[in-house]
């Protein structure tokens, strides 16, 4: 199938109606969010996708903005076609809060001061950053997000949605990511901070009305940079080659072309980045930290998701053991875990990059959805003795066009339609065993989506009873649960 663009998109704003509470206990009011969405909520409110950004992304994650030269940062896995299909899937990603593109952050107007923040913002992490997402998943009316996806920090935000709300996230992909931050991460992100305190323009944080730490903010991008690539890629990139001279210089000035690129790398990041949010944003990172009791199955004992961790086998950042080891913490609690460990030299930023093994690996996890991943559970159901009326004003209020007919066990016997109620009025009927359809076509929680789908179209039927090994019905599925999560084609 081709793969499209999402086009022309605008970022979105939700400004929070009340004071959002910190996990360090301070308030932060008027908090703004900035968020894009790309493709349709269906009327379950069941395909809404997630999409957490790292360290230096923002809302924009795919299609493009006006007159803009790049598309949004994941648009190789965002967009129909790709792997988070818009033509099945209502993604939805947002700037974090403690950011500068457009979410409350050290460089907003503080409205009690009527000034930037700067160092009065509060520390945030990772659960606040997630807190802030949570109220604009409520604004947007959805109780379930189908799935939640980052890579970096954006995995972190994904693991700790699954334990901030467990019962909220049906899938999850963490991707280049750990569950708590290592000495050596914590020790990159101190060496960037000190990068920006050390420049006087930094002014311990007060510097909107003047200039930039724009030294500090390019050299702490510079250092990062080299940890989102490999020592393969970088020979691969640049070898020992040199930037615009035939031969050493024997002076301290540029000499490598790996030099001006880096430089390049930092002088664009201080154009679209604030050192404040630099700060901030690598210090909720630093206490990143899962365990409960030391012990990370621990932290992970409430969660209830389904798992695809990803991890890349040149990231020496966050190198594959972090998320072996989030894997092992999953399966000692016996969560459903699938793990894949990409091929590419690219390194950390291979997240952002393997557009073929990233489309292949997540486009196959979400195929492979079952139907209880799906199902309305404990859907309405009518005993056996019910009367035509009771039937009828039952699917009224549940609004529902099909009732699984159960006996006294709960065991699924039969299953009448609106269609069966209008033809018991037409034929003057009273009892449902005379207009209900006996031999009930239904699904099992373990069976693929694809599978419902077939029967119901072999059928020509729009609705399954869901049932478990003893016949008794456990949910429902309906085309309108399967439409928008299969593949177009
Ligand atoms: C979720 C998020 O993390 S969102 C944030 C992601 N985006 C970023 O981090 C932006 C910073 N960039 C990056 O991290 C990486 O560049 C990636 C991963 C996004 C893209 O990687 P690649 O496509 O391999 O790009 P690459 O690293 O080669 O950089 C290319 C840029 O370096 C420039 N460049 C390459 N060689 C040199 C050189 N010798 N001297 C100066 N500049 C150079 C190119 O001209 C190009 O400039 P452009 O970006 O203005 O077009
Ligand atoms: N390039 C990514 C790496 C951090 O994960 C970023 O800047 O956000």
Not at 326 to 341: F, P, S
Not at 350 to 356: H, R
Request: net charge negative; proline share 4%; hydrophobic share 40%.
């Amino acid at each position: 199938m081709k793969k499209e663009s999402v086009g022309l998109v605008e970022t979105q704003y939700f400004i929070f109606p009340d004071d959002l509470i910190l996990e360090g206990g301070s308030k932060l009011k008027e908090v703004k969010v900035a968020y894009e969405t790309y493709g349709k909520l269906n009327k379950e409110k069941s395909n809404a996708i997630l999409i957490c950004h790292a360290l230096s992304g923002d809302a924009h994650a795919a299609g493009w903005h006006e007159g803009d030269k790049k598309p949004g940062w994941w648009d190789i896995i965002i967009g129909p076609g790709k792997c988070l299909d818009t033509e099945k899937y209502f993604i939805i990603c947002s700037n974090v809060i403690g950011g500068c593109k457009g979410s409350t952050g050290p460089s907003s107007i503080n409205p009690e001061t009527g000034k930037p923040y700067g160092l009065d913002f509060p520390i945030i992490t990772l659960s606040d950053m997630v807190e802030a997402q949570k109220k604009l998943i409520d604004h947007l009316g959805i109780n379930q997000l189908f799935a939640v996806v980052g890579g970096s920090m954006g995995g972190m935000q994904v693991l700790q949605w699954c334990i901030s709300y467990p019962d909220m996230v049906k899938l999850a992909i963490p991707i280049a990511t750990a569950a708590r931050s290592a000495p050596q991460q914590i020790a990159f992100n101190e060496v960037g901070r000190q990068a920006i305190i050390s420049d006087p323009k930094w002014n311990a944080g007060s510097y909107y009305s003047g200039e930039a730490p724009k030294e500090g903010l390019s050299l702490a991008r510079m250092i990062g940079h080299i940890t989102y690539l490999s020592y393969e890629s970088m020979y691969q990139k640049f070898g020992r080659r040199l930037q615009d001279k035939e031969k050493y210089g024997f002076d301290l000035s540029m000499d490598f072309q790996v030099e001006s690129y880096l430089h390049y790398q930092g002088n664009s990041f201080v154009k679209r980045f604030d050192a404040n949010t630099y700060l901030y944003v690598t210090k909720a990172m630093d206490y990143f930290d899962l365990t409960a009791n030391g012990s990370l199955a621990e932290g992970f004992k409430d969660v209830k998701t389904k798992f695809l961790v990803i991890s890349v086998d040149s990231d020496w950042l966050y190198p594959p053991a972090q998320s072996k080891e989030i894997v092992m913490a999953l399966t000692a609690n016996d969560i459903d875990v699938n793990y894949h460990e990409i091929k590419s030299p690219y390194g950390h930023d291979a997240f952002l990059l393997e557009s073929g093994q990233l489309n292949y690996i997540i486009n196959g996890f979400l195929s492979e959805i079952l139907v209880g991943d799906v199902m309305t559970p404990m859907a309405a159901k009518i005993s056996e003795g019910a009367s035509i009326d009771e039937a009828a004003k039952l699917m009224l209020e549940e609004k529902v066009t099909h009732l699984p007919v159960i006996a006294g066990d709960n065991r699924l016997i039969g299953i009448v339609t609106a269609w069966d109620i209008s033809k018991a009025v037409a034929l003057k009927c009273s009892k449902l065993d005379e207009i209900m359809t006996k031999d009930v076509i239904t699904a099992c929680p373990e069976d693929y989506i694809e599978l419902a789908a077939e029967k119901m179209k072999r059928y020509n039927i729009s609705s399954l009873p869901v049932v478990d090994g003893g016949k008794r019905v456990i949910g429902i599925i309906t085309t309108d649960h399967i439409s928008t999560l299969m593949a177009r084609d």
